[in-house]
């Protein structure tokens, strides 16, 4: 059969692999696999269903989602211990067979299948820097049958780990939601031993055996019922059941012993068998099979008298080996890197000096035949095969496949020519095996595929012709309504596109999203935007269903591109994207400036809803100001903002202790014809209660009551607050008095309100008054209440009552959550008590709550103070393989750290990092920057940081400014410094008692003490209290002038 290469591409992961994944270090059951290339080819029957161009499509859209989750397979190779996963995509190319797939498969050409697999890889080379971890070869044959081969770095993956790859991928094409993720464990559970010498590994003392010459490779089916008779002739009266790999491998031991001889019968070498085992299920507890790498290792079985030992015996002595392999073996190898040498060591003692090598590989109960992309199971499987080469360097080798009917095993047999001829012959092999049959006998039965379209489905096409388009639409909006109907929606449009039925397919497909996306299925409508060019009805679709699903990256990264594309986003989707922000309290005041920056320039109208969005949005991200603005707007255009919307306001000017703008919005609200509820009410309450006006306070609740408002557990929590800041315990007392008078039981949230502000105040004390007075109303603790109470303790640095009240709780049967162990974690780590932090997010873990992105904030802190850099990518990995990606605070953290430490690369490559994911770094991130930089005396870096800041839109703060002058200061550059402080008067910026000591810290590093009084005094005549090490500057620099002057 002729064939022809058609296209070649790079797929590409469809979200880029964030920064801290670049590096994927290998494993060391990686590391210890030789980096040959080895390929599997699946062969799918042809359908009648859809074209060959659908199929690759959907085979390509699909690969981009796969590609996300297994993103080190789409980098290349950066030496023998790492991939760089630089997204450069993974090498796709499509061939087309100028054949039919059932003339091959009934009479297969084991030699033909090495063109199926990408030409551009040699056997010989193997995988080396630069090289791509995998490559595609999708090919097609005339009759629409496909044979897709992947090739991949057998040191980076096993065959499991192929497996998964394609089930992940076949998922990915028939349903996205339930797509395969890979467990990166291996990193963890064997690290990498890069300093571990070539003799140590695995393969090493297997090198010497390998033979150099041409191969044969022959391709043999053991049925059913072949396996079932040379069971029976292995059986034993010691109640020995061999498994179907066991059974065939010692028979074609026993067959390749046999050829051996015949070929030189005077060469008494002993003979070596060796068997790949799965360690994912060996290990207590098992490893997931999803395990992403190699988990494997390998069996060796010995024979010195070939001639003597029955088929009985060698089964015996396969078995005997595999279960060397046990638990005690695996708890070696896990426990440290002394128990990976003592396995090899006992490896060795079974491998001779001189023998002759058969190595087995085993495919079975893996899963290959249970990939299906939507067009059925695969109808063969094949694997490696041996070129035509006269000098290839291999070992004598066995894959053993499962048959498609799962009772029966091919064995691909790859034999030096001198030894493939007598093999052949083997009397009993023939008894036993067929040799290379064809995949499925043809039946005069069996139909051929249908290569048209059937005549009655066009005539009912040809009827609906005259179905005006709207009519279509609304049907289609009805049946995707409901997850029930969902399919029948989908095929619909399928139906009505293939046969030119309506011709606006891209609303159509903006529906089936639109309907996606409220489902919560968002993978499902990012695979089907595939199947059209994104339009901006399509884009608009996609980027709802993302901002629904609170998926806001790809909601922004979507709008992006869909700028760049020349196209307009709805100002639904800005809605959706604010909603979004404020449902997972991560709205920032950049990208609510930037989304609106869009808005003005794309000239879109600002709706009530849009506008109502926009205020609660600036309001919950801090920045009152914009939201009055804002508010302004609306009421200045005669619209009226939701409730919601000012108690979003009045609740931000409450917390600011701006109590006289919270009143008036307050009152405004009353006097646009709206009736306060509890919950504006509230906002109002809370706001007193910040500043401490407590008459103002009783006055709300007594407004309430007068209005017809019940006060709600919120209100009276509020109300005891501020009795509580005033000291009034008794009046807060009172209180509880009146929520029961009123039939509102006081709950464990008020005394968690109460025991809160107490902690505020600093009596910690007064958390076990609390608990008693909680016990005395017949309320018990609860989840809240408890972690109040460890907060309060933690604060405080009182480790054993806040240990003592995690203790009790969970003697109470009250399940810790994430705030729980994230209080207890974070305080040990301020307490430097690093080790005991490990353990409690250890312990977390292992009670079955998972982490949350503040938990892996607070662990990447720990670990970075601790300079434990690799246990820091270490849990960045983890983060991101569980489906959590690094917010603003994880960036800050991350820049933090490696500043304190001098690693400013790779703080500047995580602001980099953080910018193309399309997060604006916050001045916190700079500040920390800059501070670092200023710690080190480096004063021109800071100024550059400095610079970046303001150019992203930050306005300068306090701490970053006085860090840039202490940057100076170190940098012995004192005029800069004070040009910094001038810098702060001309911009309104209040310099503190921070400011001031810096700057004479600065001149005392210089030996200008004479200045550093007029310093001094500035301080105080701008109202500024000097503190300890401030009067410490100037005692210093006065007495210097002292001893100066005595001189």
């Given at each position: 059969m002729?064939?022809?290469?058609?296209s070649?591409?790079?797929?590409?992961?469809?979200t880029?692999t964030p920064h801290?994944?670049?590096?994927?270090?290998?494993?060391?059951?990686d590391q210890?696999?030789?980096?040959?290339?080895v390929?599997?080819?699946?062969?799918?029957?042809?359908?009648s269903?859809?074209?060959?161009?659908?199929?690759?499509?959907?085979?390509?859209?699909?690969?981009?989602?796969?590609l996300t989750?297994?993103y080190p397979l789409?980098?290349?190779?950066?030496?023998?211990?790492?991939?760089?996963?630089n997204d450069?995509g993974?090498?796709?190319f499509?061939a087309?067979?100028k054949?039919?797939?059932?003339?091959?498969?009934e009479?297969?050409?084991v030699q033909?299948?090495?063109?199926?697999?990408p030409?551009e890889?040699?056997?010989?080379?193997?995988?080396g820097?630069?090289s791509?971890?995998g490559?595609?070869?999708?090919n097609?044959?005339d009759?629409?049958?496909m044979?897709i081969c992947?090739?991949?770095a057998?040191h980076?993956a096993?065959?499991?780990?192929?497996c998964?790859?394609?089930?992940?991928w076949a998922?990915?094409?028939?349903?996205p939601?339930?797509?395969?993720?890979p467990?990166?464990?291996?990193?963890?559970?064997?690290r990498?031993?890069?300093?571990?010498?070539k003799e140590?590994y695995?393969f090493?003392p297997?090198?010497?055996?390998?033979?150099i010459?041409?191969?044969?490779?022959?391709?043999?089916?053991?049925d059913?019922?072949?396996?079932?008779a040379?069971?029976a002739?292995s059986?034993?009266?010691?109640?020995?059941?061999?498994?179907?790999?066991?059974v065939v491998?010692a028979f074609?031991?026993?067959c390749?012993?046999?050829a051996?001889a015949?070929?030189s019968s005077?060469d008494?070498k002993p003979?070596?068998?060796?068997?790949?085992?799965?360690?994912?299920?060996?290990?207590?507890p098992?490893?997931?099979d999803?395990?992403?790498?190699?988990?494997?290792w390998?069996?060796?079985?010995?024979?010195?008298?070939?001639?003597?030992?029955?088929?009985?015996?060698?089964?015996?002595?396969?078995?005997?080996?595999m279960g060397?392999?046990?638990?005690?073996f695996?708890?070696?190898?896990?426990?440290?890197?002394?128990?990976?040498y003592?396995?090899?060591?006992?490896?060795?003692?079974?491998?001779?000096?001189?023998?002759?090598?058969?190595?087995?590989?085993?495919?079975c109960?893996?899963g290959?035949?249970?990939v299906d992309?939507?067009?059925?199971k695969?109808?063969w499987?094949?694997?490696?095969?041996?070129?035509?080469?006269?000098?290839?360097?291999?070992?004598?080798?066995?894959?053993l496949?499962?048959?498609?009917?799962?009772?029966?095993i091919?064995?691909?047999v790859?034999?030096?020519?001198r030894?493939?001829?007598p093999?052949?012959?083997n009397?009993?092999?023939?008894?036993?095996?067929?040799?290379?049959?064809?995949?499925?006998?043809?039946h005069?039965?069996?139909?051929?595929?249908?290569?048209r379209?059937d005549?009655a489905e066009?005539?009912l096409?040809?009827?609906?012709r005259a179905?005006?388009?709207?009519?279509?639409?609304s049907?289609?909006?009805n049946?995707s309504?409901s997850?029930?109907?969902?399919s029948?929606?989908?095929?619909?449009?399928?139906?009505?596109?293939r046969?030119?039925?309506?011709?606006?397919y891209?609303?159509l497909y903006?529906?089936?999203?639109?309907?996606?996306?409220r489902?919560e299925?968002l993978y499902?409508?990012?695979?089907?935007?595939?199947?059209?060019?994104l339009?901006?009805l399509?884009y608009?679709?996609?980027?709802?269903?993302c901002?629904r699903n609170?998926?806001?990256?790809?909601?922004?990264?979507?709008?992006?591109r869909?700028?760049?594309d020349?196209?307009q986003s709805d100002?639904?989707?800005?809605?959706?994207i604010?909603?979004?922000?404020m449902?997972?309290?991560?709205?920032?005041?950049?990208?609510?400036?930037k989304l609106?920056?869009?808005m003005?320039a794309?000239?879109i109208?600002?709706?009530g809803?849009l506008?109502?969005?926009?205020?609660a949005g600036?309001?919950?991200?801090?920045?009152?100001?914009r939201?009055?603005y804002?508010l302004?707007?609306?009421?200045?255009?005669?619209?009226?903002?939701?409730?919601?919307?000012v108690?979003a306001?009045v609740?931000?000017?409450?917390?600011?202790?701006?109590?006289?703008e919270?009143e008036a919005?307050f009152e405004?609200l009353?006097?646009?014809?709206?009736?306060?509820?509890t919950?504006?009410?509230n906002?109002?309450l809370?706001?007193y209660?910040?500043v401490?006006?407590?008459?103002?306070?009783?006055?709300?609740?007594s407004?309430m009551?007068?209005?017809?408002?019940?006060?709600?557990e919120?209100?009276?929590s509020?109300l005891?607050?501020?009795?509580?800041n005033?000291?009034r315990?008794?009046?807060?007392?009172i209180?509880?008095?009146?929520?029961?008078?009123?039939?509102?039981?006081?709950n464990?949230?008020v005394?968690?309100?109460?025991?809160?502000?107490?902690?505020?105040?600093?009596?910690?004390?007064?958390s076990?008054?609390v608990?008693?007075?909680?016990?005395n109303?017949g309320?018990?603790?609860?989840?809240q209440?408890?972690?109040?109470m460890?907060?309060?303790?933690?604060?405080y640095?009182?480790?054993?009552?806040?240990?003592a009240?995690?203790?009790?709780?969970k003697?109470?049967g009250?399940e810790p959550?994430t705030?729980t162990?994230?209080?207890?974690?974070?305080?040990?780590?301020?307490?430097g008590?690093?080790?005991?932090?490990?353990?409690?997010?250890?312990?977390?873990?292992?009670s079955?709550?998972l982490?949350?992105t503040?938990?892996?904030?607070?662990?990447?802190?720990?670990f970075?103070?601790?300079e434990r850099w690799?246990?820091?990518?270490?849990l960045l990995g983890?983060m991101?393989?569980?489906g959590?990606?690094?917010?603003v605070?994880t960036?800050?953290?991350?820049?933090d750290?490696y500043?304190?430490?001098?690693?400013?690369?790779?703080?500047?490559?995580?602001?980099?990092?953080?910018?193309?994911?399309?997060?604006?770094p916050s001045?916190t991130m700079?500040n920390?920057?800059?501070?670092?930089?200023?710690?080190r005396?480096?004063?021109e870096q800071?100024?550059n940081?400095f610079?970046?800041?303001?150019s992203?839109?930050l306005?300068?703060?306090?701490?970053?400014?006085?860090?840039l002058?202490?940057?100076?200061?170190?940098d012995?550059?004192d005029?800069e410094?004070?040009?910094?402080?001038?810098?702060?008067?001309?911009n309104?910026?209040?310099?503190?008692?921070v400011?001031?000591?810096?700057l004479m810290k600065?001149?005392?590093r210089?030996?200008?003490y004479?200045?550093?009084?007029?310093v001094?005094e500035e301080?105080?005549?701008?109202g500024?209290?000097?503190?300890?090490?401030?009067?410490?500057?100037?005692?210093?620099?006065?007495?210097?002038?002292?001893?100066?002057?005595?001189l």
């Open positions: 002729e064939m022809e290469i058609i070649r591409e790079n797929i590409k992961p469809c880029p801290h994944l670049r590096v994927y270090k290998i494993s060391l059951l210890i696999i030789p980096p040959a290339f390929p599997a080819v699946l062969y799918f029957a042809p359908d269903t859809t074209s060959i161009s659908q199929r690759i499509q959907l085979l390509k859209d699909s690969l981009v989602l796969t989750h297994f789409a980098g290349l190779i950066r030496d023998a211990f790492s991939i760089d996963c450069t993974l090498p796709f499509v087309n067979v054949g039919q797939l059932r003339d091959f498969l009479r297969p050409d033909f299948i090495n063109r199926l697999i030409s890889f040699s056997w010989d080379k193997g995988a820097p630069g791509n971890v490559t595609v070869q999708l097609y044959f009759c629409g049958g044979a992947l090739i991949f057998h980076i096993d065959a499991t780990t192929l998964t790859f394609l089930k992940s998922a990915a094409a028939n349903d939601t339930k797509i395969l993720r467990d990166y464990i291996a990193q963890s559970a064997f990498q031993q890069p300093s571990m010498p140590s695995l090493y297997l090198q010497k055996f390998l033979n010459g041409k191969f044969v490779t022959t391709r043999y089916v053991f059913a019922s072949a396996i079932s040379l069971k002739q059986a034993g009266s010691n109640d020995n059941h061999p498994t179907r790999v066991e491998s074609i031991w026993k390749f012993m046999a051996a015949e070929e005077d008494h003979f070596l068998l060796t068997h790949p085992l799965n360690l994912r299920r060996r290990a207590e098992p490893f997931p999803n395990s992403f790498g190699n988990f494997l390998v069996a060796a079985a010995q024979c010195d008298n070939p001639m003597d030992k029955d088929l009985k015996e060698l089964v015996s002595e396969v078995k005997r080996a060397r392999v046990d638990k005690e695996m708890k070696r190898l896990q426990k440290s890197e002394n128990g990976y003592e396995n090899v060591e006992e490896l060795r003692q079974g491998i001779p000096e001189e023998a002759k090598w058969l190595a087995f590989s085993s495919w109960k893996i290959f035949y249970e992309f939507g067009w059925g695969p109808a499987v094949s694997g490696f095969v041996s070129g035509e080469s006269d000098r290839a360097v291999l070992p004598n080798s066995a894959t496949v499962e048959t498609r009917s799962g009772d029966g091919e064995a691909w790859i034999l030096d020519e030894y493939a001829a093999f052949q012959k009397e009993e092999l023939r008894v036993f095996a067929c040799f290379n049959p064809c995949v499925f006998p043809s005069p039965s069996q139909p051929d595929p249908p290569t379209l005549p066009l005539r096409a040809e009827s609906y179905v005006p388009a709207p009519l279509w639409h049907l289609i909006k049946l309504s997850p029930s109907s969902f029948t929606a989908y095929s619909l449009v399928t139906w009505l596109q046969h030119n039925l309506c011709f606006s891209e609303l903006s529906i089936l999203i639109h309907a996606l996306g489902n299925k499902e409508a990012f695979l089907l935007s595939q199947r059209q060019s339009t901006p399509t608009n679709a996609l980027i709802g269903a901002a609170d998926d806001l990256e790809k909601a922004l990264n979507l709008m992006e869909m700028r760049r020349g196209y100002f639904v989707n800005y809605s959706l604010i909603q979004s922000l449902r997972n309290n991560s709205v920032d005041v950049a990208i609510l400036e609106y920056g869009e003005e794309d000239k109208e600002l709706d809803q506008l109502n969005d926009i205020i600036f309001a919950k991200a801090g920045d009152i100001d939201a009055m804002f302004g707007v609306m009421q200045g255009n005669g619209l009226s903002p939701k409730t919601s919307t108690v306001v609740n931000e000017l409450g917390n600011l202790g701006r109590v006289e919270a919005v405004e009353k006097e646009g014809g709206l009736r306060p509820r919950r504006a009410y906002a109002l809370k706001g209660v910040k401490g006006a407590l008459r103002d306070a009783e006055y709300v609740v407004e009551e007068r209005s017809g408002v019940l006060p709600d919120h209100t009276y509020l005891i607050d501020a009795y509580g005033a000291g315990w008794e009046s807060a007392r209180v509880l008095k009146e929520m029961e008078a009123n039939d509102v039981k006081p464990s949230y005394f968690s309100r109460i025991l809160a502000s107490y902690r505020d105040r600093g009596e910690w004390q007064r076990f008054q608990l008693k007075e909680m016990k109303c309320v018990n603790p609860d989840r209440f408890y972690n109040v460890i907060d309060t303790f933690g604060k640095n009182c480790l054993e009552h806040m240990m009240a995690f203790e009790r709780m003697v109470e009250i959550d705030v162990w994230n209080t207890l974690i974070d305080c040990h780590c301020k307490q008590r690093h080790n005991e932090a490990e353990g409690l997010f250890k312990e977390m873990q292992e079955g709550c982490p949350c503040t938990t892996y904030n607070i662990m990447i802190n720990s970075g103070g601790q690799d246990d820091v990518k270490e983890t991101q393989s569980q959590l990606l690094p917010n605070v960036y800050t953290t991350l820049v750290i500043g304190q430490s001098g690693r400013f690369n790779d703080a500047i490559d995580c602001l980099e990092v953080m910018k193309s994911a399309g997060l604006k001045s700079y920390a920057l800059i501070n670092a930089y200023a710690q005396g480096l004063s800071a100024v940081a610079r970046v800041m303001r992203d839109g306005k300068p703060s306090l701490l970053a400014l006085n860090s002058i202490n940057a100076f200061g170190e012995r550059r005029a410094a004070f040009a910094v402080l001038q810098y702060m008067k001309d309104d910026l209040k310099p503190d008692v400011t001031y000591t810096t600065a001149l005392i210089v030996e200008k004479e200045k550093v009084p007029a001094f301080m105080l005549l701008s500024c209290a000097p503190d300890r090490k401030a009067r410490a500057m100037l005692r210093s620099a006065l007495r210097y002038m002292k001893s100066t002057l005595k």
